[in-house]
Structure formats: structure tokens, C-alpha cells
């Protein structure tokens, strides 16, 4: 889902390539997001649609930096887990983290957006622990 997002603001933003540009919903010219005349970088919406644009080009890199992590610590530890419950709640906390985090990053919530990592990445910790301890009981 992110990544389709990302996808429509990088037409709004002009950062598709060059090809693209026949394809852009708005027919918004696409340069990759490098060619910008002063007048036109100086137009306010025009700089709304380029953060828009990096913004959830960080969202999806965010995401790929952690959900990966832990979905394979969440797997590996639910084969040793101390307590079923508590891989559970964890599960839960991670998942609620990351789709939280997803959304107060694209409204620009600080620091609900840092609290929204930090569970998720609690959650991942509180995993590996919870792994640990079943594995070493």
C-alpha cells in the first residue's frame, strides 16, 4: 500500500523520469525531480508536492529498513517462544507500531511518529527476549 502512495506522489512531485511524464495523472512534468527553474521552486506548491514526495519515499525506506527485521525475529522466536501470549501481544504491538508510524510520518505527527518507532522497534526487542528465554529455558 505504501509503496503505491509513494508512487502517485512521485508523479506530483516530478520525480519520475523523463517518459513518464505522458502518463502523470496532472501531465505534471517529470525530470526525476532535478530540473527546476527558480521561479518554479520558489511556487509553494510545487515544493508541498516534492516533500510530500520524499516524505513517503522515507516511509517505504523506513519500512523496508524494519519490517523485515521483524517479521523474521517474530518468526524465529514464535519456534522458541517463552510465552505464546506474550509473542502475541508483541505481534500485535510491532504491527500496530509500523502502521502507526506509517501514518502520523505521512501527516508530520512528531513526536507521535517517534513513539510509534520506538513500540515497534520495543516490540522486536520484547520478541527476541521472549525467543531467548524459551530457547534457553
Same mark, same amino acid.
Request: glycine content about 8%; some cysteine.
Given at each position: 500500500?505504501?509503496? %503505491?502512495?509513494?508512487?502517485?506522489?512521485?508523479?506530483?512531485?516530478?520525480?519520475?523520469?523523463?517518459?513518464?511524464?505522458? +502518463?502523470?495523472?496532472?501531465?505534471?512534468?517529470?525530470? +526525476?525531480? %532535478?530540473?527546476?527553474?527558480?521561479?518554479?521552486?520558489?511556487?509553494?506548491?510545487?515544493?508541498?508536492?516534492?516533500?510530500?514526495?520524499?516524505?513517503?519515499?522515507?516511509?517505504?525506506?523506513?519500512?523496508?529498513?524494519?519490517?523485515?527485521?521483524? %517479521?523474521?525475529?517474530?518468526?524465529?522466536?514464535?519456534?522458541?517462544?517463552?510465552?505464546?501470549?506474550?509473542?502475541?501481544?508483541?505481534?500485535?504491538?510491532?504491527?500496530?507500531?509500523?502502521?502507526?508510524?506509517?501514518?502520523? +510520518?505521512?501527516?508530520?505527527?512528531?513526536p507521535h511518529r517517534a513513539i510509534a518507532w520506538f513500540v515497534g522497534v520495543g516490540s522486536v526487542i520484547g520478541l527476541a527476549v521472549n525467543g531467548l528465554l524459551g530457547f534457553f529455558?
Open positions: 500500500l505504501t509503496t %503505491l502512495i509513494q508512487g502517485g506522489k512521485r508523479f506530483s512531485g516530478g520525480s519520475r523520469p523523463p517518459e513518464d511524464t505522458k +502518463y502523470s495523472p496532472k501531465n505534471t512534468e517529470q525530470h +526525476y525531480g %532535478l530540473k527546476w527553474r527558480t521561479s518554479v521552486s520558489q511556487d509553494t506548491k510545487v515544493k508541498d508536492r516534492i516533500e510530500t514526495d520524499v516524505r513517503w519515499q522515507r516511509i517505504v525506506l523506513n519500512d523496508l529498513e524494519n519490517i523485515p527485521l521483524g %517479521l523474521v525475529v517474530g518468526w524465529c522466536s514464535l519456534l522458541s517462544a517463552r510465552s505464546v501470549e506474550a509473542h502475541a501481544v508483541l505481534m500485535i504491538g510491532f504491527t500496530l507500531g509500523r502502521c502507526l508510524h506509517t501514518v502520523f +510520518y505521512s501527516n508530520a505527527l512528531q529455558k
